[in-house]
C-alpha cells in the first residue's frame, strides 16, 4: 500500500522560507516513475507546483514559483523535499505530495507532468500559511 506523508509546513511571514518533505513508503523510486507537489488554496483549484522525474531528475515548475521554490528527492530516504524562499501571500494554500502510478510512465529524459490527472497517489497535505 502506497503512503506519502507530508511535514514541514506552517506559518511564515512574506520572504520566508520553509522546506517540505513527503516521505513515501510502499512505493519505489524507480525509473519511469515521477513526484510532484501540489496546491489548493480556498476556492481554488489544484494547481501543479513542482515535479520531478526519479530517472534522470529532471524538473518542472510552475511558473508562479520559479526561481523561487526547488524540487528535490532522495531515492534512498524515499523523500522528496520542496524548498520554497522567498514567501509571498498568494503561495498559501494546502500543499500535497503525489505520485504516478503505474498508468503513467515518463521517460527518462522526459520532463515530468505537473497535471493532476497524472498522478494517482496523494499524501493528506500541509498547510502553507504566508502572512504577515
Known amino acids: 500500500q502506497v503512503q506519502l506523508v507530508e511535514s514541514g509546513g506552517g506559518s511564515v511571514p512574506p520572504g520566508g522560507s520553509l522546506r517540505l518533505s513527503c516521505a513515501a513508503s510502499?512505493?519505489?523510486?524507480?525509473?519511469?516513475?515521477?513526484l510532484a507537489w501540489f496546491r489548493q488554496a480556498p476556492g481554488e483549484e489544484r494547481e501543479g507546483v513542482a515535479a520531478?522525474?526519479?530517472?534522470?531528475?529532471?524538473?518542472e515548475y510552475a511558473d508562479s514559483v520559479k526561481g523561487r521554490f526547488t524540487i528535490t528527492k532522495d531515492n534512498d530516504k524515499n523523500t522528496v523535499y520542496l524548498q520554497m524562499n522567498s514567501l509571498k501571500l498568494e503561495d498559501t494554500a494546502m500543499y500535497y505530495c503525489?505520485?504516478?502510478?503505474?498508468?503513467?510512465?515518463?521517460?527518462?529524459?522526459?520532463?515530468?507532468?505537473?497535471?493532476?490527472?497524472?498522478?494517482?497517489?496523494w499524501g493528506q497535505g500541509t498547510q502553507v500559511t504566508v502572512s504577515s
Open positions: 503525489a505520485a504516478t502510478g503505474a498508468r503513467v510512465r515518463v521517460g527518462l529524459y522526459t520532463r515530468p507532468p505537473l497535471s493532476s490527472a497524472d498522478y494517482d497517489y
Open positions: 510502499g512505493y519505489l523510486f524507480s525509473l519511469g516513475k515521477s
Open positions: 520531478i522525474n526519479v530517472g534522470a531528475g529532471l524538473v
